[in-house]
Nanobody, 119 residues
Framework: QVQLVEPGGGLVQAGGSLRLSCAAS????????MGWFRHRPGKEREFVGS????????YYADSVKGRFTISRDNAKNTVYLQMNTLKPEETAVYYC????????????WGQGTQVSVSS
């Protein structure tokens, strides 16, 4: 069983940057893709971005394009989310997820990490 562990998170001022990481356990970790999602207060969970594991193709929500960057280190089974120019309204719990069984479906989730952006 794959476990996704997300250390990091924290408090940052508006306009600042933060990098999240998500490490997967298991020697034979080979997902279709890894994704990042967030759950803001009072809103539904939303897609932030994703990266295909083999080719490294990235996809982003329009709201974060140009500010957030997803990368992966296949050797470390780790995916990163670099967040720049953060806004207070991006305060949320950020989750990483893996698409393991079926492409396009994220079926394994991390525990989430709190990111707070102060104004």
């Amino acid at each position: 069983q794959v476990q996704l562990v997300e250390p990091g998170g924290g408090l940052v001022q508006a306009g600042g940057s933060l990098r999240l990481s998500c490490a997967a356990s298991g020697r034979t970790f080979s997902p279709y893709a890894m994704g990042w999602f967030r759950h803001r207060p009072g809103k539904e969970r939303e897609f932030v971005g994703s990266v295909t594991w083999s080719a490294g193709n990235t996809y982003y929500a329009d709201s974060v394009k140009g500010r957030f960057t997803i990368s992966r280190d296949n050797a470390k089974n780790t995916v990163y989310l670099q967040m720049n120019t953060l806004k207070p309204e991006e305060t949320a719990v950020y989750y990483c997820a893996a698409s393991l069984i079926r492409a396009g479906i994220f079926d394994s989730w991390g525990q989430g990490t709190q990111v707070s952006v102060s104004s």
